[in-house]
């Protein structure tokens, strides 16, 4: 069936450290693809998405290029911040139902 | 504008129980769907609901019902409340009349609680 991948986390780096988080997915048809990000105690926010093969979301730093020929969504900041720590989560839907499918979320963890 | 808002917040309640939740959408968004998040995971679509009709349904048992009003509000009822239906439930609304580029936006959740 459907489904998205991330990689385990936590991801614990340093203040201006370079951020990957994986993100692969096996999906019927085409989907659109997405990121949320969910701070302690909040409810879930969208990052960035893409909708179509080669095309790259970005917001507030962060980028993901919609692969095909890959099935990825790899999240990438060049420099993050203490304020980034949070849980990403990466998704896709596939119909007009809005069911969005998502990963297991990976925890980021950023230090001063 | 205000975002997608639901209450309550934090709910307490026994086995056997039964649960009423409820969202109110972006203006201007028909579409809610709703979520069930169990820590650690990622949510898990319980149901979609556009124009006040059933769009979708999530892999829950049949305890799990919901229902849209004319002012795009919905309510997510559960039955006969589980120990394992603790969680956090996440409502989401959007445009829905955007096919796959129709980008769902999530309000703060409430926590239930079953004890």
């Known amino acids: 069936g459907d489904s998205v991948t991330q990689m385990e986390g936590p991801v614990t780096l340093s203040e201006e450290a370079f951020l990957t988080i994986n993100c692969t997915y096996t999906a019927t048809g085409y989907p659109s693809l997405f990121w949320y990000v969910q701070y302690p105690g909040e409810g879930l926010q969208l990052l960035l998405k893409a909708t179509k093969a080669d095309d790259k979301g970005s917001n507030k730093g962060f980028e993901a290029t919609y692969r095909k020929e890959t099935t990825s969504f790899h999240l990438e900041k060049g420099s993050v911040q203490v304020s980034d720590s949070a849980v990403y989560f990466c998704?896709?839907?596939?119909?007009?139902?809005?069911?969005?499918?998502f990963g297991q979320g990976t925890t980021l963890q950023v230090k001063p | 504008d205000a975002g997608v808002t639901q209450s309550p917040t934090h709910l307490i309640k026994t086995r056997g129980q039964h649960v009423t939740l409820r969202c109110s959408p972006i203006?201007?968004?028909?579409?809610v769907s709703w979520y069930q998040q169990v820590l650690g995971q990622g949510p898990q679509f319980i149901f979609q609901?556009?124009?006040?009709?059933?769009?979708g349904r999530g892999n829950f048992p049949d305890r799990f019902s919901a229902r849209q009003f004319p002012n795009y509000s919905s309510e997510l009822n559960v039955n006969a409340l589980l120990l394992g239906d603790s969680a956090l439930y996440l409502c989401?609304?959007?445009?829905?009349?955007?096919?796959?580029?129709?980008?769902?936006?999530f309000g703060p959740g409430t926590r239930l609680t079953v004890l």
């Open positions: 989401a609304s959007s445009l829905g009349d955007r096919g796959l580029a129709d980008t769902q936006y």
């Open positions: 998704a896709l839907t596939l119909s007009n139902t809005g069911k969005l499918i």
């Open positions: 203006s201007g968004h028909k579409s």
């Open positions: 609901y556009y124009e006040k009709e059933e769009r």
